[in-house]
């Protein structure tokens, strides 16, 4: 085995199997908006046996696990069955340590390439024969200690520096708050930064703070309208596969307000839509912090309407927001040396096998 060039190559095709573990998951991320959209209809009113409660318990199923499935068949990719369990454990274990969907994909990358790497070793016969079960077993102690001693610690070391930054900046800082929430926001989808800003804004609401909560529902779905539109606005810029998922994410981004929809149009091009809907966020939380836009009640989707000091400033942030995410996104993908062709001809593969 030519250890440098077996992992040059793994590495190398970094985008391939990042574009599988997305497929395997989506249906897992379409189950979860869909039917969690479907829950707000019920108005926040879930009791214990209503057909409200169930979408809710499905919805959050669905935007649970589609992070540890994505995060297994991204292993999967890399060295095919035995990288199944240890993805999806890793998946799960980057949820727990608060480092979202990026902890994930990186954890699935790098426990694929330890359980090929693994598998690629020579053995004594009667050691061989059970190396098939255990190499995933040892691959997955390694990562796992990776993920909680070396990535989980500086994350939530930096979580509480942003949480003392916000809670000092009190409302007299709204704007820089705005736009420190929305950046924050932009970035992670759902992942360490974005609950870091989320859970701080429903804290404040103990003392009657409500600006923070205000910022936080007016950017949630300004990352999936952004690139809905983007795909809209330039379709050739981007594959096929994107192209339907935005068609069909229009509705339930607006319904449920779930940021996560917008993960599959993100992984493709991780850099530049994570600039753009950073952009986007940013932009949109300034706005709602400078006109001091209050949310009363945690709730997302359409029953958030409702419940706002200033519906008008927060249509504002979502569209301007969402503008600015889409323009973003098309010029920085115009100017990039991306072979949507060629995407779209993995793609192909992918579903044909």
Request: hydrophobic share 50%; glycine share 12%.
């Amino acid at each position: 085995m030519n250890f440098w060039k077996e992992t040059a190559d793994i590495f190398k095709e970094t985008g391939t199997h990042f574009r599988t573990g997305v497929s395997y998951m989506l249906p897992i991320l379409l189950i979860g908006g869909v039917v969690g959209s479907l829950a707000v209809l019920g108005g926040g009113e879930y009791i214990e046996g209503s057909i409200w409660k169930v979408f809710k318990d499905v919805g959050a199923i669905g935007l649970t696990y589609f992070v540890p499935i994505m995060a297994a068949y991204t292993a999967y990719s890399i060295c095919d069955t035995p990288g199944i369990a240890p993805g999806f454990i890793i998946g799960i274990l980057a949820q727990q340590i608060d480092t979202g969907y990026l902890g994930a994909l990186l954890g699935g990358i790098l426990v694929g390439y330890v359980t090929y790497m693994l598998m690629k070793i020579e053995l004594p016969d009667i050691i061989q024969s059970t190396w098939g079960f255990l190499a995933p077993v040892v691959s997955t102690l390694i990562v796992v200690v990776f993920m909680v001693y070396f990535l989980g610690p500086p994350i939530s070391w930096l979580m509480g520096i942003i949480s003392s930054f916000l809670s000092n900046l009190g409302e007299e800082g709204s704007a820089v708050m705005g736009a420190v929430m929305g950046f924050l926001g932009g970035i992670d989808y759902g992942g360490p930064f974005s609950k870091t800003q989320s859970t701080f804004a429903t804290a404040v609401m103990d003392i009657d703070l409500y600006v923070p909560l205000g910022i936080c529902g007016s950017i949630v779905i300004i990352p999936p309208l952004g690139m809905c539109l983007a795909t809209f606005l330039k379709p050739k810029l981007y594959t096929k596969v994107e192209r339907n998922y935005a068609k069909s994410s229009w509705i339930y981004s607006i319904v449920g307000g779930f940021t996560e929809i917008v993960i599959p149009l993100a992984v493709g091009d991780l850099v530049r839509v994570t600039i753009a809907t950073a952009l986007g966020c940013t932009i949109g939380g300034t706005i709602a912090g400078i006109f001091l836009l209050e949310l009363s009640t945690p709730v997302l989707g359409i029953a958030q309407w409702f419940f706002y000091n200033k519906p008008l400033i927060f249509v504002i942030c979502v569209v301007v927001g969402s503008v600015v995410t889409a323009l973003t996104a098309n010029l920085l993908k115009s100017v990039s040396k991306r072979d949507i062709s060629a995407l779209d001809a993995a793609d192909a593969e992918l579903e044909e096998f």
